[in-house]
């Protein structure tokens, strides 16, 4: 059983900072690309950053410049740096991993987290 679990949501004022954290735990042999999508009340959940393994990164154009994805392979997290935030980041931040093996040279998985609410108000 694998599980990603996010933490670091809450309130904060416009202009505010957060940092989000993904652990990966469970049994696994390897996490590959790691990565946050959002969803907002509404909304369909979007993508906001991925990283490879490697730590070759994509954002989507709404939060490039303000927001940073980092990760620790030897940790297996991955982390969101957000800063500048904006009321319309206001969403529920989910942890995503789309290549997770289990075992030898099987296939991968993709696997979620649960969400972590965050939220952009005065």
């Known amino acids: 059983q694998v599980q990603l679990v996010e933490s670091g949501g809450g309130l904060v004022q416009p202009g505010g900072s957060l940092r989000l954290s993904c652990a990966a735990s469970?049994?696994?042999?390897?996490?590959?690309?790691m990565g946050w999508y959002r969803q907002a009340p509404g909304k369909q959940r979007d993508m906001v950053a991925m990283?490879?393994?490697?730590?070759?990164?994509n954002y989507a154009a709404s939060v490039k410049g303000r927001f940073t994805i980092s990760r620790d392979n030897a940790k297996d997290m991955v982390y969101l740096q957000m800063n500048s935030l904006r009321p319309e980041d206001t969403a529920v931040y989910y942890c995503?991993?789309?290549?997770?093996?289990?075992?030898?040279?099987?296939?991968?998985?993709?696997?979620w987290g649960q969400g972590t609410q965050v939220t952009v108000s005065a």
């Open positions: 990283i490879t393994s490697g730590g070759s990164t």
């Open positions: 995503y991993s789309p290549e997770v093996r289990i075992e030898g040279w099987g296939p991968t998985y993709q696997y």
């Open positions: 469970g049994s696994f042999l390897s996490i590959g690309a």
